[in-house]
């Protein structure tokens, strides 16, 4: 019987297991079905994970996360290089299943994180990265003083354009309709916000470029004209899925309260509305969606399944 399973091996996942295998669990697995490190593995340069900055070249997602799995190994948590099926619990004891294997565990820290959704343009694959981006807070600051285009009309994207028109010197939304999906209020500011340019009944064709990078936006419009942005990025806000998988049961339900965009519901310990479950990072209520974030998120709940093992199982 493991004392913690750890469902997934981004920042969350690696950190609940430093602080619960150093606090003292003896039997702690992270499951992880790539290597581990997380989605920030894939990003070519991170500059706001505090005390690791390297100003040229730019510290690669790759580097930040390699000395972490090492760290946590080094206190015995132990990797299993598997997908974890789901997760159920009979009385007071998890059950987690991979394709071919079934573990039992006294508690659980879910961190499988979400994975923001492509808006199929031409490009937009191949410029990921170089250009087209997810995270105003992880790549706006590259754009500094420079135009860019943001798409998609939901809350994220109005405001994450706000954001962006605080750094770069003007900022275009492009939004398929007229109407937008944002909270009124937010519409507001951008509307008065000078900085910020709207392109509505619109759709991106294509983003263009060179090796470097982006050079370009192609835009359609229901009008039948057409626009080329000459910007160097492009911010995608087309929505978000929540990697909650592991946590739907049988009858279709979740095995913990999630919100109406399946998200996991925690309060400030990362508690779930199920004892002995824990969840954190990317994938719960109101993340920031931040390395650092989802780390302080791990530690947090890694103490709380420490705690929680230790008062409730006395073997
Ligand atoms: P993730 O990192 O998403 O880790 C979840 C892990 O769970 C993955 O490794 C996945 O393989 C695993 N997993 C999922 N389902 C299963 C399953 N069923 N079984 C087993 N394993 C599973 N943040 C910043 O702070 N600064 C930046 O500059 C920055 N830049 C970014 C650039 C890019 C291109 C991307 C994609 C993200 C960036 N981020 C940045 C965001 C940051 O990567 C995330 O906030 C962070 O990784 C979230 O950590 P997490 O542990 O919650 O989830
Ligand atoms: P969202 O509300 O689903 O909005 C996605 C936007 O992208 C929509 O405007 C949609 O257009 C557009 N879109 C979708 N697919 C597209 C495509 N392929 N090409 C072009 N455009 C596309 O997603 P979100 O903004 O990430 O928000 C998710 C949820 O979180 C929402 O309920 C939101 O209210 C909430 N949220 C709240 C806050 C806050 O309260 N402060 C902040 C952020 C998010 P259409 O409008 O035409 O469908």
């Not at 190994?73 to 990797?79: E, I």
Request: glycine share 12%; with cysteine; aromatic share 8%.
């Amino acid at each position: 019987m493991l004392d913690l399973a750890i469902i997934g091996g981004g920042p969350a996942g690696l950190t609940a297991g430093l602080y619960a295998t150093r606090g003292g669990l003896k039997e702690v697995v992270m499951f992880e079905m790539g290597l581990p490190g997380g989605q920030i593995t894939q990003s070519s340069e991170i500059e706001n994970y505090p005390g690791v900055f390297r100003e040229e070249p730019h510290l690669t997602g790759m580097e930040l996360m390699e000395p972490w799995p090492k760290q946590c190994m080094h206190f015995g948590l132990k990797h299993e290089m598997a997908e974890v099926k789901n997760v159920t619990k009979s009385g007071n004891i998890f059950k987690i299943k991979t394709f071919d294997k079934e573990y039992e565990a006294k508690s659980v820290v879910v961190c499988t994180g979400s994975t923001p959704k492509r808006a199929g343009f031409k490009g937009e694959d191949e410029f990921f990265g170089k250009g087209v981006s997810t995270c105003a807070t992880c790549d706006g600051f590259f754009y500094k003083d420079k135009e860019v285009a943001v798409l998609g009309g939901g809350d994220t994207a109005l405001e994450e354009a706000l954001y962006l028109a605080n750094i770069c010197s003007k900022v275009y939304v492009i939004h398929r309709r007229e109407e937008f999906r944002a909270a009124p209020p937010t519409v507001q500011r951008v509307l008065k916000n000078s900085k910020i340019e709207l392109i509505l009944n619109a759709t991106v064709d294509e983003v263009y470029g060179s090796a470097m990078g982006v050079e370009g936006v192609k835009v359609s419009k229901k009008d039948g004209s057409s626009l080329d942005l000459k910007v160097p990025g492009i911010f995608v806000f087309v929505g978000n899925n929540v990697n909650n998988k592991v946590l739907k049961q049988d009858d279709g339900s979740y095995l913990c309260d999630v919100n109406e965009y399946g998200e996991v519901i925690v309060d400030l310990n990362m508690n779930t509305s199920t004892k002995g479950l824990y969840a954190a990072g990317d994938m719960r209520i109101n993340a920031a969606k931040q390395v650092v974030c989802a780390a302080s998120d791990g530690a947090i709940a890694g103490m709380g399944a420490l705690n929680y093992v230790q008062e409730n199982f006395n073997d």
